[in-house]
Structure formats: C-alpha cells, structure tokens
C-alpha cells in the first residue's frame, strides 16, 4: 500500500486572537462520557454579552491542613466508606482523622492538592475560562482571608494573562453577620495597594464585595449569634447599652427559626427598661436571622439606653451569647437583667464617610437557603428550589444562585450526611433512587432550568473547588455519630471541579452547557471553500491560512509542588510541545490537518508524540470517546506514522494505512485523502483534535492532566468544508 502523503511544514510564531471561549462557539463541540452533547447554536441563540457568571471557589485548601490542630490528612471519606461501608457509625473507627478535620469527600483530578499549586490553579483558570465563566468568588466567610493563597493564584493568573491566555475575574463572599474585619483585610492588603486590578470584578463601574455595608466601620454592638432566645408571648426580651457617641439606628438579629409570617415590636428607650420610649416600629414581616432597625435620620445622642422586643406574632427570637460580651450592657428578660448579652448594633451618625465604602460596589449576601431577598441589593450563594430572583436598587433582575446540592433537610439547615439532604440527585422533591442519577446532576438541571426561565442578569454557581468538610458529631440540634455539613460524598457534594473516578468531568461538561445556554453561542464560521497549497509548501504560505482554533501558550503540564497534608509533592513532566494554534484546508481529493507548536517540536521517536485523532461522523458510540482515526499513536519509525481506524472495543485500533513524517522546526501538516476518512461528498464534516503526551493510553481524562490538548480536554474543533 502507498504511503499518504504527510508533509510537514514551518511557521513563523504568531500571537493569535483566541475569539471566544471554547464553550461558547457553535465550531467547537464535545460529548462527555455520558453521551450528552452540548447544545446546538440553534437552540442557544446568538450570544448576550450582557449576562454574567461566576462560580465559588475555594482558597482552604492547604491552609486547615497546616495548622497546630493536629489535622494532616487528607481523609478521603470515599476511600473510607469504601474500606468500611458501616464506618459512620464508628466515631472511634482509627479510619477517621480527628473529630472536626476537614475531610475530602473524594479525589480531585488533578490530586489532593494544595491552593497555591500554580499547576492547579493554571488549570482552573483554562477549565473555568474555556467554560465562559466570567469571574470566581472566594469564600472568606470564616474571618481568614487566606491572603498567602489568594495571592498566589493572583500571581498565576496575571502570569497566564501576561502569556496572552484568558481568566476568570475575582472577587470575594465575606462574612454574613461579622465582615468588618475580613473587609478592611481584604481593602488594607489588595485593594488599597492596587494589586492585580485588571483581575478584580465590577459591578456598576467598581470592584464587587459581597458584605452587608451596614456591617462595616462607624458602627459597634455585638454581631455574633451564639444561641437564639425565643420571644414567647407576654414577654419583653430587652439589652441595654451604653452609646459612647451618637448614633443614628439601632438593631438586633432575630431569628425565626424559617417560619414566615413573624412579626415583633422593637422599641428604644432612654436610659433602662422603664425610661422614656424614642421610638418603635412594628414588623410586618421577619426573616430568618435578619436585622430588625430603628432609625433616626437626626440621631439619637450618646448615652444610656435600653432596646426592646415585644409582642411576637409567630416564631421570632433573639440572637445572644451566654458570656458578657457588652461591657456596659446586660441582657434583660421582663426587665430583669440575665446572663448573657444580646445582638445589637449601632451605627454611628457620619458613619459612612469612609473611603473603603466609596470604593466598593457592596451587595449584601443572603446566608439563608430559604427567604431570599429581604431587601434590594443582596445576592444569594446557594437556595434550594425553586430560587429566588435578587434585584438591586433600581428594580432590575439583577442575580440569581444556581446549585450543584445543598445542604438542607426538609425546611431547614442540615447537614450533607443526613437522610433527604438535597443532594446531586435530588430534584421534584424527592431523592431519585436511580444510583445513576447522581452523575446526571438532576439537582443542578433543576436549579439552572429555574434560572434560565428568569434570566437575570447574572447567576452564581456553587460551586467549584470546596472539596472538604469538618467531622462532627452534631449540627443544628440533630445527632448522629459522624456528621459531615457542607460536604460528605460524592452524590452529597457540590463540585464541580472534575474527579478521579466518579462522575470524571461529567459536571464540568454540565457547566459549559449551562453557560452556553445562558449567555448565548458564537455562530461558526461558513464553511470553508476548497484550498490547496503545493506538497512542501513553506511557512508563508501556510502563514496566510488563519488558524481554526487556537491554545493558551504556556499550558503544557510541568507540576513540582506539594501536595495537601501529609500527600507526597505532585511532579508532572508529561509537558513537552505546547500547542498553540491549528488550521485545516481541502481540495476535492485530500484534507490537510496543520498544527503550531510554541518551540520546535521534539523527535517523532518521543513516546506518546502529537497525536491527531479525528470523528468523521459526529457519533461517540462509533469510535473509541467518538473518535474514529487516529494518527501518530505508532509509528512504522521515526519518519513514518501509521494512519489507524478504530476497531472496538475501547481503545483498540487497526492499521489502515502509513505515510511518511517531516519533522521541521514548530510546524506539522498532515495531508490525507478523503476517500480514506470517508469525506466523499459536500458538504462535509470532520471534528478533531491534537494531542502531546498524555502518556496513558485509553483515558481521556490524560488529556486535562498530562502533555497538552488543543482544544482542551473533550472539546473538540468542528471543521466544515463545500
């Protein structure tokens, strides 16, 4: 059999525009392991610039790991389950790392790794960009801003934007009830300093903070919701207070255990509880663990005064603590002082002028699963559905959250662990039994059809990167002998971040299709008319063909870095010819394949070395992941490859043909006959893809993880010719 004829030709290094994100093309395609593909152009409409997306991600990884606590890890509770299936029931199960560690719920793809692994968060930045995620949003809500790891990937995000490549813009989740000193962290050590703008987030022209700004400087009280007192009726629950200067409202955190229709009166008086009433106000309705405020646009002036809750109506209480926490205050039942000290916050008159506040865009974020917007401007992180639509002060549609799972039983806060927690599977009210529902991700199908149906502006995605959850042995009121509340296993977790094993990157894939639906698909280029360049044709007159898809440069795998707790260092050297750019012509007889390297590309005798696999007829079950032709897997030696067909199953394959090699400099061009592909007529189609190095043969999952892709991972590049 003759040889195809394969050439190889050079190019001269170019910067490439990369248009838009690979999941947002109508040229680019991909089909996950499940079967699903992504939604056709057609259906998804032209692209709406003006919708946004971002996702929570995390920065603890690595840093509970460290600590003094004893917590090492990681503790997999996937591997622990696995060992011993009635572990949960065994605190003392030598299984367990220590009760309140963090505990991974399975193994990431890329390992069990550490937040500043510049690998990793290169990875993320590509996965999460390719996806059309606009900006990520960093959980602070703990009081750490985990300055060393948000620092870190500010770094390599600026160093991949630098290389020319796209991220994901920042922002920050800060502490729902306590944010003044997170907030003033984050403005002393990133945002006063101007470190990395060109990565913050807007929002209405300036950078967004999620933080209630009637929480932060020119205020004080007690904000911190150790235990509720319930209001019964005929009771008064009071605290009085010393007002060192004046003050312009006063207000106190009243939960309402989720019930709706709650009502209370709150009453200031001058001096204790039988001084003279300033003011009072009825509410009409209560929301769970908000603020119920008076205010007084002429303030009220320094001194004495005691603040009242009466007249309940419902389920309503007070927040508190049992120690001493006001020093010139004391809690008061009936007017009678008890141990103790209740939640109450002052704000200061002329309180707001603070620079800090000028430079935000503050949205106030909502902690509750349940309520929703208790006023304008707030946003949500995660509800249970149906979801709420969040506006902002001038009325408009402004967010919406979306959810992988959620932590919720019944009509309350739970933990993941317990029986009925709305996990992956969960939708129409109900745990579906089917044990492939948890990789179809029904929660978040449910969830995104929600926010797709009310279109706001933006939707917020929880979440990506969260990995672990602290071991205990209560939450909420509720005992078992292991809890686990915000994570526990993979059908009771909600990331998205792809897995070993599992569900793999089936809830990316269901993220690309979210984002593409939502914000709209580029439409693909008419299909191209047929070209020829002369067999050895150099590097300028391939110049003159524009690339069809392009790569991040700097993306091949190079990893040296420790892992998270007692995980031995992460090395990857798969990285080796960094693809950056590929083009495709044809003639009636033959389809031309050219791929650009960054650097010369290494000897044809390199293991592993460029692969170009192609799906001639759009259908996976018809090849090994679709593909049906594969080129360079062997080579008959270093200067001829063989041309393979698929065989089945699984990565099995037979020879259908050879053709010699041209290694020269950074440019490879594969010249085929269309007889071979079976692309006789026109128009036509044929999908593709390079590869480098994945070193493991018959994963895909390699090709996130090992040498370079272009595309990236399952994308792949939609070429039409007539």
């Known amino acids: 059999m003759r040889p195809w004829t394969v050439t190889l030709l050079v190019v001269a290094s170019t910067t490439w525009a990369q248009g838009p994100p690979l999941g947002l093309r109508e040229d ?153 000193k997170v907030v003033r962290e984050l403005w002393a050590d990133l945002y006063e300093s101007g470190l990395y703008p060109d990565l913050w987030y807007h929002l209405d022209g300036k950078p967004l903070i999620l933080a209630d700004p009637h929480l932060l400087g020119g205020m004080t009280g007690l904000s911190e919701h150790g235990y509720p007192t319930r209001l019964l009726p005929g009771q008064v629950l009071g605290q009085s207070f010393t007002a060192p200067q004046a003050f312009d409202s006063v207000a106190v955190a009243t939960p309402t255990w989720n019930e709706q229709g709650s009502h209370a009166t709150i009453r200031l008086r001058a001096g204790g509880p039988t001084g003279t009433v300033l003011a009072e106000a009825t509410a009409q309705e209560l929301f769970d663990n908000d603020w119920l405020t008076l205010a007084n646009p002429n303030g009220w002036p320094a001194g004495e005064y005691t603040i009242e809750l009466s007249e309940p109506t419902g389920t309503v209480g007070w927040w508190g603590v049992t120690r001493d926490a006001l020093p010139d205050g004391t809690a008061l039942l009936d007017g009678e002082p008890v141990e103790g000290d209740r939640t109450l916050r002052l704000t200061y008159v002329g309180g707001t002028g603070d620079p800090m506040r000028d430079f935000f865009t503050f949205r106030k974020p909502q902690p509750d699963y349940f309520v929703g917007p208790t006023g304008p401007d707030q946003w949500s992180w995660l509800e249970v559905y149906p979801q709420h639509v969040f506006h902002n002060a001038a009325g408009e549609r402004e967010m919406m959250g979306v959810g992988v799972a959620q932590n919720a039983v019944d009509q309350r806060l739970g933990s993941m662990s317990e029986p009925d927690a709305k996990g992956r599977a969960w939708h129409n009210g109900a745990w579906d039994p089917d044990p492939a529902a948890v990789d179809l991700g029904l929660n978040f199908v449910e969830q995104a059809e929600h926010a797709l149906a009310e279109d706001p502006r933006i939707v917020f995605v929880t979440g990506w990167n969260e990995w672990i959850a602290g071991r205990f042995t209560s939450f909420g009121g509720v005992d078992y002998p292991v809890m686990f509340v915000d994570q526990f296993d993979r059908a009771h977790s909600r990331d998205m971040e792809p897995m070993v094993g599992g569900h793999l990157d089936a809830f990316y894939y269901q993220l690309v299709d979210f984002v593409r639906r939502f914000k709209g698909v580029a439409s693909a280029p008419p299909p191209a008319a047929r070209r020829s360049l002369a067999p050895g044709a150099g590097a300028a007159a391939w110049a003159a063909v524009p690339p069809v898809v392009v790569d991040e440069s700097h993306d091949e795998a190079r990893r040296d870095h420790p892992g998270y707790g007692s995980q031995p260092a992460y090395v990857n050297n798969t990285g080796r010819n960094d693809l950056v750019a590929a083009r495709v012509i044809h003639n009636a007889e033959t389809v031309t394949f050219q791929v650009e390297c960054r650097e010369p590309i290494t000897p044809s005798t390199d293991p592993t070395w460029m692969w170009l696999l192609l799906d001639v007829d759009g259908r996976r079950e018809t090849g090994w992941e679709g593909y049906d032709f594969m080129l360079n897997r062997r080579l008959a030696d270093p200067t001829i490859t063989i041309v393979e067909a698929w065989q089945g199953p699984g990565f099995t394959w037979r020879e259908v043909g050879q053709a010699p090699l041209y290694l020269d400099g950074a440019s490879l061009a594969v010249e085929l006959p269309r007889t071979l592909l079976g692309l006789t007529g026109d128009p036509f189609a044929v999908d593709f893809k390079w590869v480098d190095n994945p070193v493991v043969e018959g994963d895909l999952m390699a090709f996130l993880t090992n040498g370079d892709a272009l595309p990236n991972g399952r994308f792949n590049y939609r070429y039409r010719g007539q």
């Open 28 to 180: 680019v395609v991909a089909t996950d392991h499940l079967g699903r593909t992504l939604t056709p152009a057609a259906e998804t409409g032209p692209p709406r610039p003006e919708k946004q997306v971002g996702i929570f991600y995390f920065l603890w990884l690595g840093a509970h790991a460290q600590g003094g606590n004893g917590w090492v890890g990681p503790y997999d509770v996937t591997k622990i389950l696995a060992a011993d299936p009635e572990a949960m029931q065994k605190p003392d199960s030598p299984l367990w790392g220590p009760i309140h560690a963090p505990h991974h719920w399975g193994e990431p793809l890329f390992g069990y790794y550490r937040t500043d692994d510049p690998y990793v968060l290169r990875r993320h930045a590509q996965m999460l960009s390719d996806a059309g995620v606009d900006f990520v949003v960093f959980d602070v809500t703990n009081q750490i801003t985990y300055r060393e790891w948000y620092t870190a990937l500010l770094e390599t995000w600026s160093q991949v934007r630098a290389e020319g490549g796209r991220t994901p813009q920042v922002a920050f989740l800060c502490p729902f009830w306590q944010p003044d």
